[in-house]
Structures are given as structure tokens and as C-alpha cells.
């Protein structure tokens, strides 16, 4: 097939490397570079930077209203075209202009965790399991009818990152699959329609008193970005896994290493992070870092 393909963040990759492998991408749709890194110099989205060394057409509005940007869209004649956390609303005319029309790479199992952040709310909801759908879009958000859907169940000790990377592999993989069948789809159940908001950073500070399965949900929901966190003697300390453990005491009672006490039970953080440093273990951490008897 002729495709265009949409797509931004790292997420996405996979994706554009399995359809450019088994299809013909005739053009890649991104972000506009955005300044990043201390010398704040434009830097390309993950998806641009490897379509170039692909040898792939990249094109990057900021906007997709304008009837010259629709017109240049519908041009390339796609059969069909793939959105992978594109990060703009496509407009009806976007929609309509491929042969097929247009598939959604989504990270839940619509209809639960329609929306902006999926992957880190499963994990902080305490989901036993989520997925990929491939999608065929239509103008509601994340509505349209499923073509194919895979699930994996989410560990104890998942985090945002290695659920990401799983998730990433796994719509890599499902677009092909969906792309080899005839493209059937059905209607999302009504029922159990949830929306995924967009992290808060808001969210991310630790409430010790809270009992310890919801921290730990917040510890592997928020990591690696925005990062759960603490403070320690004034020094905001990130925290990026965990896992239940036994052990009771006050809330934010340091317990034995890394082992904290929550309003019930308790978490054995497993990583963490200083501000400025790398991501170390606890033994590694406590070298360096004198904790005291309560976090706060």
C-alpha cells in the first residue's frame, strides 16, 4: 500500500520501521522541531529524525486547517494513512483524503483509556491488563470502530517505560497484521468509556499516608516522566520503580534501606534519582545519600 504515515514521539518508531520495511511510506507527517537542550537549537521529533536516515519525504505543519496543507495531503494520493501519537487533530478533510482512510495506532483497549495519557493511567488505575487497538478514525476522540486488538497483562513491577516499549512493539507488529486483512471493524462497546487526561505534574509529589499499593502505582505510573517524587532534607528526589513489600510504621517511615512505610503497609523503592544525577539502585543511592527517619 501507498501510505502516509503520522506519528511524533519515540512511541511511534517501530511503527514507521515495520511499514516502511512491509509497505511503501510515500511521505511522513510530524511535530515541527522544537527547541530542546541547553543551547535551546531546534531539535527534530524521534519520528523525523528517523525518516530522514530512512531516506523518507518529511513534511511538519504546525497546523493541518488550511485548505493549502489539506490539498497537498490529498495530492499524494495515499491508499491509506497511519496516526501513531501524532499530536494534532485531524480534520474531517485529513481524514476523508486516503483511499482507506485514516488507522489510529491507540495504547489501551478502547474503550477504556480514551485520550492523551493511556499507558500511565492503566498503571496508576491498577489495570490487570491493557493493549493496542488499530483503530479507523472519525472525529470524536479515540471513538471509532476497532479493526484489531491485542492485550498484555501489566506486571507488578511495569513501569510507564517498559510498558511503553512493549505497547510501542506491539502496534508495530498490529498495523501490519490489520493492514494484511480486508480492514473490517466494530463499533466500541458503549460501556466502560474511561478517558486517559494528560499528566498532571501536579500529580506526581508522594502522599506517604496514602497506602502503599497507591504509591506504588504512582511510583511505576509516573516513571519515568514526570517522575514520582519526595523530598529528602529539602532535595526533591525522583523515584522510578518499586515494589509492595511488608512493613508498617508511621507514613514516610524509612524502615530498612529504601523500604518505606505508607498509611498502610509499605514500598521498597528499587530506583531513584537525585537531582542532576543518573538513576541508581539503593545500595548505589545510599552511599552518597544519608536518608532520614521520615520522608517527606
Known amino acids: 500500500m501507498k501510505v502516509i504515515f503520522m506519528g511524533t514521539p ?13 509497505h511503501e511510506v510515500i511521505c511522513v507527517y510530524t511535530q515541527p522541531p522544537r527547541p530542546a537542550g541547553r543551547g535551546k537549537k531546534d531539535r527534530p521529533t524521534p519520528v523525523h529524525a528517523r525518516a530522514l536516515e530512512l531516506g523518507l519525504p518529511v513534511r511538519h ?11 497537498d495531503f490529498a495530492a499524494l494520493g495515499a491508499d491509506i494513512a497511519v496516526v501513531v501519537a501524532y499530536g494534532l487533530i485531524l480534520p474531517q478533510a485529513i481524514l476523508d483524503a486516503p483511499r482507506l482512510g485514516c488507522l489510529n495506532i491507540h495504547a489501551s483497549l478502547l474503550p477504556r483509556w480514551r485520550g492523551a495519557a493511556p499507558i500511565h493511567r492503566a498503571i496508576l488505575a491498577g489495570d490487570a491488563e491493557t493493549g ?18 491485542e492485550a498484555t497483562p501489566i506486571g ?6 517498559t510498558l511503553h516499549d512493549r505497547l510501542s512493539a506491539m502496534g508495530a507488529q498490529g498495523i501490519l497484521r490489520a493492514l494484511e486483512g480486508d480492514l473490517v471493524s466494530d463499533p466500541q462497546p458503549e460501556e466502560g468509556v474511561t478517558y486517559a487526561a494528560k499528566i498532571d505534574k501536579a500529580e506526581a509529589r508522594i502522599d506517604w ?4 499499593v497507591e504509591v506504588d502505582r504512582q511510583i511505576r505510573g509516573l516513571s519515568p516522566f514526570p517522575g514520582a517524587w519526595c523530598l529528602v532534607e529539602g532535595e526533591r528526589l525522583k523515584l522510578l520503580s518499586s515494589r ?22 509499605a514500598v521498597a523503592i528499587t530506583q531513584a534519582q537525585r537531582e542532576g544525577k543518573r538513576p541508581m539502585g539503593p545500595e548505589e543511592l545510599l552511599r552518597g545519600l544519608t536518608l532520614p527517619e521520615r520522608l517527606g
Open 10 to 22: 519515540d512511541f511511534s518508531v517501530p511503527a514507521l520501521e515495520a511499514l516502511h520495511a512491509a
Open 61 to 71: 505543519p504546525a497546523r493541518l486547517k488550511s485548505a493549502e496543507d489539506q490539498a
Open 132 to 149: 493496542i487497538c488499530i483503530m479507523q478514525m472519525e472525529a470524536g476522540l479515540d471513538t471509532g470502530p476497532v479493526i484489531l486488538r
Open 156 to 161: 507488578s513491577e511495569d513501569t510507564t517505560a
Open 209 to 212: 499516608s496514602r497506602p502503599a
Open 244 to 265: 509492595l513489600t511488608e512493613g508498617q510504621g508511621e507514613p514516610g517511615k524509612v524502615l530498612d534501606g529504601l523500604t518505606i512505610a505508607c498509611g498502610a503497609g
